[in-house]
Each structure stands twice: as C-alpha cells, then as structure tokens.
C-alpha cells in the first residue's frame, strides 16, 4: 500500500533483513513497545496510499516507527521512545509527533482535509510532542482528548500555521480532535465570520464580533514643564494619552514668576490625569540703588530717617549696613 515511486517493501528490504520486517508486520499493535531503535526508518519521503485521500500525503523522510500497519483509509503506527513520526504533502508539514517513551498512534483518510488532519488516536503514557499544521491564521484552535480541551486550549497558529502542544497520556486508548471557532477579537479590534445559508435560494449572514477598547488613563503632555522667563508660549503637547482633552478648556501660559495647571481627560472611560503644571521662571533683577539714602548726606546729619529705603530694585545686602565714617 505505500509506495515511494516503489514498494515500501522494497525500501524495507534495503535497510532491514526480512526477519525484521517480518517481525514489524506481524507486531500486536495493541502492544506498547518500549524499543528505543525504531525498527523501521524511512529515508525517502514515502507515498501513503489510502482511499479517500484529496492529496497524495506522505510518510515524512527520518520517521521512524516499530510497526506500520495500513488499511483502505487508515494506518496505525507504533512508534518507539524519542523517534519521530510525520506526514506532509508536497507543501506542508501535517503532522509531526515525537514520544519520551512508546506510543501507539492511529490516524484515518477520513480525517485529512485541506492539508491538515483533525482527529486521530494515542495510546501511550508518556510526554508526546506534537506539531499540527491548521488551515486557516486568523482562527482559534480547540485541540480536545475524550471530549475535554487539554491545557492551553484554544491555541493560536504560528505564521507558517503550524500549533505546538506537549500532552503526557493517560496509558490508555484517547481521542484527539482538533476545532476551530473565530478568534476572540482583540481589545479595540473586530472578528468576522460568515454563517453561509443552504439551498436554494439562500442567503449568507456577515457576523462581526467586537471588542471595545481597553481604558486609557490620561496623561499630561510635555507642555507641563519649567519654562524660562521670556518664553511666551508652550511648546510640545498639553496631554500625553487619553482623549486630549484639558480641563480647563483654555490654558493660558504662566506669567512671569508664576504657574498655571491643568488635567488630561482619559479615554474608552479612563480617568483622568493628575494635575499636570506649568512653571514660568521670574524676569530676572537688575539692582539699584535707591537715591534718597546712596546720595552725599550732611555732616550734621545721624540717622536715614524714618523707614529709609536702600535699594529701588534689587535685594537689600547686607541687611543692616553700617554708615561710611
């Protein structure tokens, strides 16, 4: 039944004696095998020919099994500790499954679509490895054994569409299957998926799923900063995130030595920002001297007077001076 543009027992023959392969054909197949040395290799990519089939699929080149067996549309393998079994057509990887220990693994034509397979059986119970490729990217895949999602279900598909998993078996006969439902849209975004209508005539239903935003809390922006004295306007934006909208609606800039403040409102039903500030520096001082005490006094005179005044701008230093003899 398989062929690689020859028998499969040809191939065997050439890699194996006849006592080997008389052995791998006749194996009970319900049996685990503990074997590490698989006693089949496949070094070519090798046609598996089964009915049903829309593709010709093939055992993938460097699998490795104990016993193969096939039927009309189905083919159950043993395949021993840490070897690898896969199945490809002449595009893409379908099915890869590397075991710890022994595993029996079973799979049918009737479940292989669209270069991809969505069900099969394991019995076995140690860590098995798998890579499934699925048909479609923007999708949500549910791989399910007896009914029942295993851990990290739904799985997302890489971009070669291709979904990883590990499972540990239960030592016993389990059914894996494998589902798709649309992905669950991301936050601000949508999903679509049409419900296509039957007979005739019919009509599709366009189905949109969407998720709102996440909230954003707002921001202040770099306009909240210190600004030198003979600025006349801020510079950058008054908010950071959020709607940027500022409360109040009109900021004016600060005056010389002084500041103003404001808020940045939140977007999607955030809150706003803290109070966000703008400093303007003072002008700076030129001091002077005020004329009515730096002037030339009598010399009768004693005192400056009643609340003399030293400086007309500037700060007064030191602040008790001591009149010139």
Not at 296 to 319: K, R
Request: aromatic share 10%.
């Amino acid at each position: 039944m398989l062929k690689n543009y020859r028998k499969i027992n040809f191939i065997a023959v050439l890699i194996f004696s006849a006592l080997l392969v008389g052995v791998c054909l006749f194996l009970d197949f319900n049996k685990i095998t503990s074997a590490a040395t698989p006693s089949i290799t496949f070094t070519a990519d090798t046609i598996l020919d089964l009915n049903g089939l829309n593709k010709t699929v093939y055992i993938a080149s460097g699998s490795g099994c104990d016993s193969l067996s096939v039927s009309d549309t189905g083919s159950t393998v043993v395949i021993p500790a840490g070897n690898t079994f896969g199945l490809k057509t002449t595009v893409h990887k379908i099915f890869e499954i590397t075991p710890v220990g022994a595993v029996n693994f079973a799979f049918s034509s009737n479940n292989f679509a669209n270069d991809s397979i969505s069900q099969w059986t394991e019995n076995g119970s140690s860590s098995v490895s798998h890579i499934i490729r699925v048909p479609f990217l923007n999708l949500s895949y549910y791989i399910k054994v007896n009914g029942s999602d295993i851990t990290g279900s739904p799985f997302a598909p890489d971009s070669n569409g291709r979904i990883t998993f590990t499972r540990t078996g239960a030592g016993k006969l389990e059914t894996y299957t494998v589902s798709w439902a649309p992905a669950f849209p991301a936050a601000g975004s949508s999903t679509t998926w049409t419900c296509a209508g039957s007979g005739t005539p019919h009509t599709d239903a366009t189905c949109t799923a969407t998720r709102a935003a996440a909230p954003v809390t707002g921001t202040c922006g770099t306009a909240a900063t210190s600004y030198a004295y003979n600025a006349t306007a801020f510079s950058g934006t008054m908010c950071g995130l959020g709607n940027g909208v500022t409360t109040p609606a009109t900021v004016t800039f600060p005056a010389q030595g002084s500041s103003v403040t404001w808020t940045c409102g939140g977007s999607n039903g955030g809150g706003s920002s803290p109070t966000c500030t703008a400093t303007r520096a003072a002008a700076p001082v030129i001091g002077a001297c005020s004329t009515t005490t730096a002037k030339l006094w009598p010399a009768g005179s004693t005192s400056f007077g009643s609340n003399p005044i030293f400086c007309s701008s500037g700060i007064l230093t030191p602040l008790n001076p001591i009149p010139s003899p």
